[in-house]
């Protein structure tokens, strides 16, 4: 038998022990060896039940991902599950931590199962592109009926083992030991002369309108396409034969398999997981981390320290007068509010960190103790490195100095300080406490332990932590403003803000860019196009500023009521703003552009096409370390939809030597702005993608 199965015996009872360390993958290993504990327990002597149990964190967490797009080998799972079910002897699964995926499924093919109050299930395929594929869409519609069903696998969240409980999944909850709960849980079956009790067996639930099912479910997923996909899965189990429906889930499960889709969202899984895997940090030793200084307490300022406050961590924030010190206060304090609501914190922890854990205060003397302070004032060099110098006069030694800044070099600030090894940046998104990108920006001088600090607090705050080096917007910033950029550049030549919104959101983007500048603020981008004239433009960049004259009036986006969108209905209404294109069409005059039409697929190719190869050029110069790290960047902090994976990954999926050609043709027109990536024209040359990059490390 493989290593992976202890086979032991309790009396009649046949015990499965599964060790496949960390969560029991249902690797091939784990799948011959059940396979051939199942035979050696129906023949041996004297064996009356089986009782299957999981060794260390969990039950199982289901197939093994890391063997998808490979040839499947036998036993395949749907068939294991079947072999389990139609055992004459009686199969209980005891179940604790995770049962997810293929780990329900070997679940559901026993015929009792038995958990600890802790125990979750789920059947979480669709978040990789995914249906469950070994019975699930078969037996749990059997148990619970459609809708429930439904609901648990096309949100793919993890049910708790009272709700499991509920809806008839698991048999009997009980605390303790996972293998003496199994072991008595069957020792009494059989003694009441329980039966074999096969889930495939039970009747066929009630139908529901399957079409409209699909429809809502497709509409939901915003372009994902296996949600629905479950919806027909599910209707296969009512209306055939459970042998024919099995089949039909396994024709989807498969289908789904060659998908885009499914590639993108696993490398998503992986990439997730790998992000803060820094080889650079083995063996490094963060710094303590208890006590959190914050510097200015406006947006970014007050979402950081909810956000540290949420984590269990003191935090002392400094503002600039006792004034703006209570409109912070204020505004943690409606972030908290927003926390109780959502079940993060009970009301009584609320006052508690309010009164306790926060402490306001206008004079750095108070910051002497603070282990990290995290600066997040105005965007000014002049500022910050005035608030540095106070705080490398009061801060103890080996305080770690972080500043929040969207596009400052870090390297400059850390130089004003006379501990630069202890300067780096952590850049939070908008609103800090929600979003879970946090960028850890590594300055030149930036010691070990000071960045594997920055990488413990993204993870005390529950963070995908991305490692960045220094220059103008890190990776994520400098990737955006150059696929801005582009699509400035496609409105001055014809296309309007609404056409481009509409294609990228059809795209998968959760927001498209014109109406992502209107949340954020049109003020932003103004001020940065302030500061790259003042520092002077190249001649050969075309510029746009039609929406400085939006600025000009006070249009600001959402915050005013009126940016490319008109908010008078409210923050959702997103109507267009009249003055914008009359606005637009006195640009393209006053350059001499005839305007072109541009349909949605060029939108979408020129607008990737720009931000991989910028992409291309921060792996390159070593800004992002891995195409991966790129990914992650756009997928938790600018609403890339997860389901293409990132644009690194949709880039190698397009195909590289395409888009390098896509670019070389445009910059025919523009060669100052379509420059193509020195690495991308090297994979090119090579043959090669970037998750080859990935794969090296
Ligand atoms: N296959 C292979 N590796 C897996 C895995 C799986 N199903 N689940 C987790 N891992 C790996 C992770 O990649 C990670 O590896 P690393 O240490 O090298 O980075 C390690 O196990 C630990 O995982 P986490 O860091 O995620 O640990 P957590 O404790 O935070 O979470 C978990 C554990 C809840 C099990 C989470 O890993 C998870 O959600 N896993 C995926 C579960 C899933 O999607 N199951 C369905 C699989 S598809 C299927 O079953 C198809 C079937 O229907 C035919
Ligand atoms: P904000 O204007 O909302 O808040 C700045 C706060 O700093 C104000 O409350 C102000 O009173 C305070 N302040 C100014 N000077 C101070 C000083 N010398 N001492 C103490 N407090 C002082 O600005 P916001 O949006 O919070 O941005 C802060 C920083 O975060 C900037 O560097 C910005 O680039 C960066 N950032 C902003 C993001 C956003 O979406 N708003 C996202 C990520 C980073």
């Known amino acids: 038998m493989s290593d992976k199965i202890a ?78 079910e139609a055992s004459p002897l009686l199969v209980v699964a005891s179940m604790h931590g995770v049962s997810l995926g293929g780990g329900l499924e070997v679940a559901l093919g026993c015929h009792y199962r038995i958990a600890v109050p802790s125990a979750r299930v789920g059947l979480p395929e669709v978040h990789l592109g995914l249906i469950p594929g070994a019975g699930g869409t078969q037996r749990l519609p059997r148990l619970t009926g459609v809708e429930p069903a439904l609901e648990v696998m096309t949100t793919g969240r993890h049910v708790g083992a009272k709700a499991a409980h509920d809806l008839g999944i698991i048999d009997v909850i009980k605390d303790g030991d996972p293998g003496k709960n199994g072991l008595a849980y069957a020792q009494k079956l059989l003694k009441d002369g329980a039966g074999r009790r096969a889930v495939s067996e039970m009747p066929p639930p009630e139908p529901i309108d399957w079409d409209a ?138 006052d508690q960190i309010l009164t306790h854990t926060l402490v306001v205060v206008t004079n750095y003397e108070k910051l002497h103790d603070v282990d990290l302070v995290i600066e997040a004032v105005f965007e000014d060099m002049s500022v910050k490195k005035k608030v540095f110098g106070e705080l490398d006069c009061v801060c103890k030694q080996g305080a770690i100095l972080a500043s929040n800044t969207s596009y400052l070099d870090i390297n400059e600030i850390a130089a004003s300080t006379s501990r630069p090894a202890d300067v780096l940046g952590l850049h939070f998104f908008s609103p800090a406490h929600v979003m879970k990108l946090l960028e850890v920006v590594v300055a030149d001088k930036t010691a070990p332990d000071v960045t594997a600090t920055g990488f413990a607090l993204g993870k005390m705050l529950g963070k995908i932590s991305v490692r960045a080096g220094v220059c103008d917007g890190f990776i994520g910033n400098r990737i955006l403003s150059t696929y801005r950029t582009a699509a400035d550049h496609m409105i001055l030549d014809g296309a309007s803000p609404y056409d481009i919104d509409a294609a990228l959101e059809a795209f998968g983007f959760a927001m498209g860019p014109f109406a992502v500048a209107d949340l954020a603020g049109l003020d932003i981008g103004w001020a940065v196009r302030k500061r790259k004239r003042a520092e002077g433009l190249d001649p050969r960049a075309r510029d746009t500023h039609y929406a400085d004259k939006l600025c000009e009036d006070g249009h600001f986006g959402q915050k005013t009521g009126k940016g490319y969108y008109d908010y008078a209905a409210g923050p959702k209404a997103r109507v267009p703003n009249p003055d914008v294109l009359p606005l637009i069409e006195a640009e393209r005059a006053a350059q001499g552009i005839t305007p072109r039409s541009f349909t949605h697929e060029e939108i979408v190719r020129r607008y990737m096409a720009s931000m991989v190869n910028e992409a291309a050029k921060v792996v390159g110069e070593g800004i992002a370390r891995r195409p991966s790290d790129v990914d992650m960047t756009l997928l938790f902090g600018y609403g890339f ?43 090119v040359a090579d043959g090669r993608t970037f998750d080859d990059l990935n794969k090296e490390g």
């Open 213 to 350: 099912a699909f429809e809502a479910t497709l509409a939901r997923s915003k372009g994902q396409i296996s949600p629905a996909h479950c919806v027909r899965a599910v209707q296969a189990s009512v209306e055939k034969p459970f042998a024919e429906g099995l089949k039909a889930e396994r024709q989807i499960f498969y289908d789904l398999m060659q998908t885009d889709q499914r590639q993108g969202m696993i490398h998503a899984f992986f990439s997730e997981r790998a992000v803060s895997n820094l080889p650079e940090l083995k063996g490094v030793t963060p710094r303590g981390l208890q006590h959190i200084g914050v510097i200015g307490g406006g947006t970014m300022g007050a979402g950081i320290a909810t956000a540290a406050l949420l984590a269990g961590l003191e935090v002392t924030l400094l503002e600039m007068s006792a004034e703006a010190g209570q409109a912070a206060r204020d505004r943690i304090e409606r972030n908290l509010s927003g926390a109780v609501k959502r079940g993060k914190i009970t009301p009584n922890q609320h």
């Open 7 to 84: 086979y032991s015996r309790d009396g009649d009872i046949a015990v499965l022990t599964v060790q496949n360390p960390p969560v029991n993958a249902l690797s091939h290993a784990v799948r011959a060896g059940l396979w051939a504990g199942m035979d050696q327990a129906e023949s041996d002597d004297g064996v009356r039940a089986v009782l299957i149990v999981g060794e260390g964190r969990a039950f199982f967490a289901g197939a093994d991902i890391t063997e998808f797009g490979k040839p499947p080998l036998e036993p395949h799972l749907p068939d294991l599950i079947n072999r389990i």
């Open 641 to 683: 939809p997860r389901y293409r994976g990132g644009p690194l990954k949709w880039a190698d999926i397009q195909g590289l030597p395409e888009l390098l050609n896509d670019i070389k043709g445009y910059a025919e027109t523009d060669p100052y702005f379509w420059h193509p990536a020195p690495l991308l024209e090297q994979l």
